[in-house]
C-alpha cells in the first residue's frame, strides 16, 4: 500500500468529515462568512477532525512499538493493560483531587499506566511461552483484573458514572477547550521516529542490542514511557478505542516488514485513515444519530483482528 495513496484517502476523508454532521455546513456559507456555519467549522468540527487524525495517528504508532519491544504482533496498549491501568489513575485523581484538572487527571493516569505496562513486562519476562497467543491473554486477563478493581472503588467512592465515561470512546464531546490536551501526542510521536532504529534493535532481544553497544533497558522504558504517556493523554481526550493498536501495526507489518522507521509513517496515516474512516460511519449509519467511535472501530476491527488470527500462520 503505497503512502500516497494513504494521504489521498487521509485528505478525502478529512474533507467529507468536516461537511458531516447534524449540523449543516456547505461551502456556500463559508465563503460568505456565515457566523453561524464558521462556529460550527471552528469550534466544532476542526478540534473534532484534529482529535481523530492524532488518536488515529498516536494509538497505531504505540501498538507498533509494544510489538516491537514485546517481538509479539498480538501485544497493543488494550491487551497489555496499559489502557485499563490509565483508567485506574484517572479514578485514583477523581478520588484524591475532587475537582482534578486535565493535567493533574493526566499526570495520574499516565503513573499508573506505566505501572501497568511494567507489571505486564515484568510477567512476560518471568513466563517463558512459545505460543505467541498466550502473552496478549496474560495482558488482558491483567487488564480485567485491574478493571475489577477500579470498578470496585468506583462503586464504593460513588464514581462508577464518573468513570463509565472513560470507558467509551466518543468524539462527539469534543469541542475547542476540550480538547487541547491531545496535542502533547505530537512531540512524542516525533520522539517515537527518532529512536525509531533503536526500538528496532531492542526488538531483536537483550542480548543482541547489548551486543551492538545498545543500552537496551534504557530504549526500552523510553519506549514504555512513550505508550503509557499517549495512552493516557488519548483516554482523557477521547476515551478507550479498543483493536486500533494492534490491527493496524499488523497490517501494515505485512507489506512493509519489521523496519519500525519504514513502518512507522505507514502505521501513522493508515490509523488516522481508519479512525476517520469509522468516524465518518458512525455518523451517517443512522443520522441524525451517531454511533460512538469506540463502538465502530470496536466491531470493524474485532472482525479485522479474528482475520489475521485465523491467517496468521500465512503472515509469519
Not at 118 to 142: E, W
Not at 171 to 185: A, K
Request: aromatic share 10%; proline share 3%; with cysteine.
Amino acid at each position: 500500500m503505497k503512502k500516497r495513496y494513504l494521504v489521498i484517502s487521509l485528505i478525502m476523508l478529512a474533507i467529507a468529515s468536516l461537511f458531516i454532521g447534524v449540523s449543516s455546513v456547505n461551502l456556500k456559507g463559508i465563503f460568505q462568512l456565515d457566523q453561524e456555519q464558521l462556529q460550527i467549522l471552528f469550534v466544532s468540527r476542526f478540534p473534532r477532525l484534529i482529535s481523530i487524525i492524532i488518536a488515529g495517528v498516536s494509538l497505531s504508532v504505540c501498538g507498533l512499538i509494544m510489538q516491537q519491544l514485546t517481538r509479539n504482533k498480538f501485544v497493543s496498549p488494550t491487551t497489555a493493560g496499559t489502557m485499563d491501568s490509565a483508567r485506574l489513575g484517572v479514578l485514583v485523581s477523581l478520588m484524591l483531587f475532587t475537582s482534578a484538572s486535565p493535567i493533574q487527571k493526566m499526570l495520574v493516569a499516565f503513573v499508573f499506566a506505566l505501572l501497568g505496562t511494567f507489571l505486564f513486562m515484568k510477567i512476560l519476562d518471568k513466563i517463558k511461552v512459545k505460543d505467541r497467543i498466550f502473552i496478549p491473554l496474560v495482558g488482558l486477563m491483567l487488564g480485567n483484573v485491574i478493571s475489577s478493581i477500579t470498578t470496585f472503588f468506583a462503586y464504593k467512592n460513588d464514581l462508577i458514572q464518573s468513570i463509565a465515561s472513560w470507558l467509551q470512546g466518543d468524539f462527539s464531546t469534543i469541542i475547542s477547550g476540550q480538547y487541547e490536551l491531545i496535542y502533547i501526542s505530537i512531540p512524542l510521536m516525533i520522539i517515537a521516529y527518532l529512536f525509531a532504529n533503536k526500538f528496532t534493535i531492542a526488538g531483536m532481544g537483550g542480548e543482541f542490542a547489548v551486543n551492538l553497544g545498545l543500552n537496551f533497558k534504557q530504549v526500552v522504558n523510553i519506549g514504555l514511557i512513550i505508550v503509557a504517556l499517549v495512552s493516557s493523554i488519548v483516554l482523557l481526550t477521547v476515551g478507550m478505542i479498543p483493536f486500533l493498536g494492534l490491527i493496524v501495526p499488523n497490517i501494515v507489518s505485512i507489506y512493509t516488514g519489521d523496519n519500525l522507521k519504514k513502518s512507522l509513517p505507514h502505521a501513522a496515516l493508515l490509523g488516522a485513515v481508519f479512525v476517520l474512516a469509522c468516524d465518518i460511519l458512525g455518523r451517517i449509519i443512522i443520522y441524525p444519530y451517531e454511533i460512538s467511535i469506540g463502538l465502530m472501530v470496536g466491531v470493524i476491527g474485532s472482525g479485522i483482528f479474528l482475520y489475521l488470527l485465523m491467517r496468521r500462520k500465512a503472515y509469519e
